[in-house]
């Protein structure tokens, strides 16, 4: 089993900071894509940040230059620092990793999600 822990969600006003991490554990073997989504009530969940094995991120064109995505490969973990929040930053976020498990398969994984509720 794989599993992906979140903390670090909560209330803040507009124009401060938040920082989000996600823990990989379980059954693996390696992790190629992490990443964060997120989800407003109503909404589909869309793409934040990713962030390769190697380091190459990605992210929705809404958070540029706000949010910064990074990784530990020895820890098996993902941040994501929040700056500048927005209302419309309002949402649960969720993390993700695609995984190669020691059996060798390929699964990709989410946790339970954090909420991040900015006030203006």
């Known amino acids: 089993q794989v599993q992906l822990v979140e903390s670090g969600g909560g209330l803040v006003q507009a124009g401060e900071s938040l920082r989000l991490s996600c823990a990989a554990s379980g059954s693996i073997l390696g992790i190629s894509v992490m990443g964060w989504y997120r989800q407003a009530p109503g909404n589909q969940r869309d793409l934040v940040a990713t962030?390769?094995?190697?380091?190459?991120?990605n992210y929705a064109d809404s958070v540029k230059g706000r949010f910064t995505i990074s990784r530990d490969n020895a820890k098996k973990t993902v941040s994501l620092q929040m700056n500048s929040l927005k209302p419309e930053d309002t949402a649960v976020y969720y993390c993700?990793?695609?995984?190669?498990?020691?059996?060798?398969?390929?699964?990709?994984?989410w946790g339970q999600g954090t909420q991040v509720t900015v006030s203006s």
């Open positions: 962030v390769s094995r190697g380091g190459h991120t």
């Open positions: 993700n990793a695609d995984v190669t498990r020691f059996d060798g398969r390929l699964n990709t994984y």
